[in-house]
């Protein structure tokens, strides 16, 4: 069956075909309500279908919200996704949603691509490590993306344009920090991520902030990224260090075991959950005790991490919350309300944490 044209409901109604043009594809410019409802019924009466560009051209946006998210299987962004796409769902709006792979390249063409699409709104997950030319063109499609109707919204870092939301990642590893050392822990390794997020940033000078208020400092940074991708390297050198400890500190004189102790095991900051998750798997398939000879700390709070044995020592976030906000922000700029507890700093909204004891560390009640 051919698909209806509009002029052919134009011609029902009686009226010009931009006048069914402006009725129909949703235009600022709307006729008198006794045309409208004419042309309404026409088009109900035929059958007829709105075209998704001509309505776009018309509002000079499609009415779609843009997600760019650099991997859909890592649980952090997949639950910000959800929240997101929910919301969104909520009030009748579709989110194309473009996965980067962290790619700078990747998310260059994300946005270029959504600039055309003509979105009302983009929200940007993740951070980049731009060149010179890459951020100069990053800024210029934010411009064109401003320019042409579309709200900004950024989760963990400022891009300079648009609204921010950040987890309160300092405090939580500060929380992280103290934990452990009343726990007993004495020797710490901690996550270096080679990307520089911000918030991993933000987390690991936390987490030192948190050992020297109890006289102690950091012993080891292991290189590698926070992306969920990393895990199994990054676990390979924790196992390492664990293991190397293990052995110095139960070997007595003459080879004799003593009793081991916290202040005698290494404590890992993994910066995220799913870090740490890598890391507690090859733990235990090392035959490495978690938490007597190693101590793990996650950060952020995704389900795996409850439901894992032990389960982790992590700051839970709210990060369907923090997804759902997001799109809020997209859809009711400027009135948009905060939920509960959350702060503003600057015009960045702050996403507080929740501490939560696990059995991937020692407690000071042990």
Same mark, same amino acid.
């Given at each position: 069956?051919?698909?209806?044209?509009?002029?052919?409901?134009?011609?029902?109604?009686?009226?010009?075909?931009?006048?069914?043009s402006?009725?129909?594809?949703?235009?600022?410019?709307? *006729?008198?309500? %006794?045309?409208t409802?004419? $042309?309404?019924?026409?088009?109900?009466?035929?059958?007829?279908?709105?075209?998704?560009?001509?309505?776009?051209?018309?509002?000079?946006?499609?009415?779609l919200?843009?997600l760019? /998210?650099?991997?859909?299987?890592?649980?952090?962004?997949?639950? /910000? @996704?959800?929240?997101?796409?929910?919301?969104?769902?909520?009030?009748?709006?579709?989110?194309?949603? /473009?996965?980067?792979?962290?790619?700078p390249?990747?998310?260059?063409?994300?946005?270029?691509?959504?600039?055309v699409?003509q979105?009302?709104?983009?929200?940007?997950?993740?951070?980049l490590?731009?060149?010179?030319?890459?951020?100069?063109?990053f800024?210029g499609?934010?411009?064109?993306?401003?320019?042409?109707? #579309?709200? /900004?919204?950024?989760?963990?870092r400022?891009l300079?344009?648009g609204?921010?939301?950040?987890?309160?990642?300092?405090?939580?590893?500060?929380?992280?920090?103290?934990?452990?050392?009343a726990?007993?822990?004495?020797?710490?390794?901690?996550?270096?991520? !080679?990307?520089? #997020?911000?918030?991993?940033?933000?987390?690991a000078?936390?987490f030192?902030?948190?050992?020297?208020a109890?006289?102690?400092d950091? +012993?080891?940074?292991?290189?590698?990224? $926070? @992306?969920?991708?990393?895990?199994?390297?990054? &676990?390979?050198?924790?196992?390492?260090?664990?293991?190397?400890?293990?052995r110095?500190?139960?070997?007595?004189?003459?080879?004799?075991?003593?009793?081991?102790?916290? %202040?005698?095991?290494?404590?890992?900051? =993994?910066?995220?959950?799913a870090?740490?998750?890598?890391?507690l798997?090859?733990?235990?398939? #090392?035959?490495?005790?978690?938490?007597?000879?190693?101590?793990?700390l996650?950060?952020?709070?995704?389900?795996?991490?409850? +439901?894992?044995?032990?389960?982790?020592?992590t700051?839970?976030?709210?990060?369907r919350?923090?997804?759902?906000? =997001? =799109?809020?922000m997209l859809?009711e700029?400027?009135?948009?309300?905060? *939920?509960?507890?959350? !702060?503003?700093?600057?015009?960045t $909204?702050? &996403?507080?944490g929740r501490?939560?004891?696990?059995?991937? !560390?020692?407690?000071?009640?042990?």
């Amino acid at each position: 069956m051919a698909r209806v044209r509009l002029v052919e409901v134009a011609t029902a109604a009686g009226v010009s075909l931009a006048t069914a043009s402006r009725v129909l594809n949703g235009s600022a410019r709307r *006729p008198g309500r %006794e045309v409208t409802q004419k $042309v309404q019924a026409a088009a109900r009466e035929l059958g007829y279908l709105p075209n998704a560009s001509a309505q776009a051209l018309a509002r000079s946006t499609s009415g779609l919200l843009g997600l760019v /998210i650099p991997d859909l299987e890592d649980p952090y962004y997949a639950a /910000i @996704a959800s929240g997101f796409q929910r919301t969104a769902s909520a009030q009748r709006r579709l989110v194309l949603v /473009i996965q980067t792979g962290g790619q700078p390249s990747s998310t260059l063409a994300a946005l270029g691509s959504l600039r055309v699409h003509q979105v009302a709104g983009v929200l940007v997950l993740g951070s980049l490590n731009l060149g010179v030319s890459e951020q100069s063109e990053f800024r210029g499609l934010l411009a064109e993306l401003v320019e042409g109707g #579309a709200g /900004i919204v950024s989760i963990g870092r400022d891009l300079g344009v648009g609204g921010v939301i950040r987890p309160d990642d300092r405090a939580g590893a500060v929380a992280l920090a103290q934990a452990a050392v009343a726990g007993g822990y004495r020797y710490f390794a901690v996550l270096e991520d !080679t990307s520089r #997020a911000p918030s991993a940033v933000a987390r690991a000078e936390g987490f030192a902030a948190g050992l020297q208020a109890a006289g102690l400092d950091i +012993d080891h940074r292991v290189r590698g990224s $926070v @992306a969920a991708s990393s895990g199994r390297e990054v &676990a390979a050198a924790v196992v390492r260090l664990a293991r190397a400890r293990s052995r110095g500190v139960t070997a007595g004189p003459g080879g004799d075991e003593s009793r081991r102790s916290a %202040e005698g095991s290494l404590g890992f900051f =993994a910066i995220t959950d799913a870090i740490a998750l890598a890391v507690l798997g090859r733990a235990q398939q #090392a035959g490495i005790r978690v938490p007597e000879e190693l101590g793990i700390l996650g950060f952020d709070g995704i389900a795996a991490g409850r +439901d894992c044995w032990p389960g982790l020592t992590t700051v839970d976030l709210p990060l369907r919350e923090m997804g759902r906000h =997001a =799109a809020r922000m997209l859809l009711e700029p400027g009135s948009a309300e905060r *939920p509960a507890g959350w !702060t503003c700093q600057g015009g960045t $909204v702050i &996403a507080p944490g929740r501490f939560r004891a696990g059995g991937s !560390t020692l407690r000071a009640s042990r």
